[in-house]
């Protein structure tokens, strides 16, 4: 058998609830418009039977608004259990200078935990809600900006959650990069 634990991280309201229950393809963690709905980790899991696989998506409760540490701690224990790390940004929303501070205090958090266990989650971004994003050429620019604040270890992922836009493409991604295991 094949596994992958990964979290989804990133800006309250970016859409990583969504995200999470449209990879489980199933209604796992609740969404809704206000800030901080999710308010800790929420586990869900993505099989493949055919590939013999299964993905573990911690979704993690937002990053950015009122600074609350018990939320602070389930995002940092998400990343440092996860082997991916998937930051997830709103597409249709300007990249602020509070992502900065977060992508820098994740690669902080990331270079702690390599030096502590030796291992480093790989880290991924998420593009969602390109469906409201026009003309599509913006969203390398959005991408290319962010990937100034962080060293990513893998290109951008463009999805829809709520449309389901290229969540098939991001699944499939997912499982080849399960590794074998229990």
């Known amino acids: 058998s094949r596994a992958l634990r990964c979290c989804l991280v990133g800006p309250t309201n970016a859409g990583k609830s969504t995200l999470a229950n449209a990879l489980a393809r199933t209604p796992v963690s609740i969404v809704s418009d206000k800030i901080h709905t999710t308010r800790e980790n929420t586990q869900s899991f993505v099989t493949d039977e055919d590939f013999g696989a299964q993905v573990e998506v911690v979704d993690a409760p937002g990053a950015l608004g009122p600074a609350v540490p018990i939320l602070q701690r389930a995002i940092w224990s998400a ?12 597409a249709a929303a300007r990249p602020t200078k509070a992502l900065g501070r977060f992508l820098g205090e ?77």
């Open 79 to 90: 990343v440092q259990r996860a082997q991916l790390t998937l930051v997830v940004v709103d």
């Open 106 to 182: 994740l690669t902080e958090q990331l270079a702690a935990n390599e030096e502590a266990v030796g291992v480093r989650s790989k880290t991924c971004l998420v593009l969602n809600k390109v469906d409201l994003v026009r003309p599509k050429a913006k969203l390398l620019e959005i991408s290319a900006a962010i990937h100034e604040w962080h060293a990513f270890d893998w290109p951008c992922v463009m999805v829809s959650a709520k449309t389901g836009s290229g969540i098939d493409h991001l699944r499939g991604w997912l499982m080849l990069h399960t590794t074998e295991g229990e």
